[in-house]
């Protein structure tokens, strides 16, 4: 740990608090066509898939042919949601402001809704050019394309970069990478995400002033 470099979070889940709110309005989008899920379940197989991906397999499992403006229409409500109750995940900022080494944010989301989520809780100032949406790379995660691409970009070797992840399909972005990832467990179990193949597990933004990163003391 003693040689991290860079520090890569992911966003949803990770500085904001919006996994829960944009799930419940999908399972409740889709409980109009007659499917129906229970979040828990809905969570631990689809979180961390493109949305276009998840349509897609839903579509196919249910035989529903979705209209075009689905996809469309369900950002437009996420937006309003994400906007009216979004949160910083408790703690993150803390972190943020005693690291003493670069950090970015690495997420599969768009890039319009990373910067509207990170304005919204106050957190975008933090990431300004620092900001890699799977927008940017061929291939969204698990593939390690975007963690790559922000590891390039910042001109530092993988093996130096330390990955703040919270879901299966994240953490293996992150290995697949080549990089240390350690897992928050918040939407999914520690186990979960051991199994997934992080590095270590913690459910507290503040556990990780003991792991050996780089921060500043506290005052």
Do not use: W
Not at 85 to 106: H, K, S, T, W, Y
Not at 125 to 142: C, D, L, M, R
């Amino acid at each position: 740990m003693a040689n991290i470099e860079l520090v890569i979070f992911d966003c949803d889940g990770v500085l904001v608090d919006s996994e829960k709110i944009t799930n419940q309005l999908l399972v409740n989008l889709l409980r109009e066509y007659g499917i129906e899920y229970k979040l828990e379940a809905f969570v631990s197989r689809y979180v961390g898939t493109l949305l276009e991906e998840v349509i897609n397999q839903i579509s196919e499992e249910f035989k529903v042919a979705f209209p075009e403006s689905f996809i469309s229409d369900y950002y437009q409500k996420a937006y309003v949601e994400l906007q009216q109750n979004l949160q910083e995940i408790n703690g993150v900022r803390n972190l943020i402001e005693r690291l003493d080494v670069p950090f970015c944010v690495a997420s599969n989301s768009q890039e319009t809704k990373l910067i509207m989520m990170l304005k919204k809780v106050e957190l975008l100032h933090y990431f300004e050019g620092k900001i890699f949406s799977a927008t940017h790379v061929k291939q969204p995660k698990p593939a390690p394309d975007l963690y790559l691409k922000a590891a390039h970009t910042f001109n530092i070797n993988t093996e130096n970069c330390f990955v703040i992840e919270d879901t299966p399909t994240g953490i293996r972005a992150g290995k697949a990478a080549g990089m240390t990832v350690y897992g928050y467990a918040g939407l999914f179990s520690e186990q979960a995400l051991l199994n997934a193949g992080a590095d270590n597990t913690f459910n507290q933004m503040d556990q990780l002033f003991t792991s050996g990163v780089h921060s500043k003391p506290k005052t």
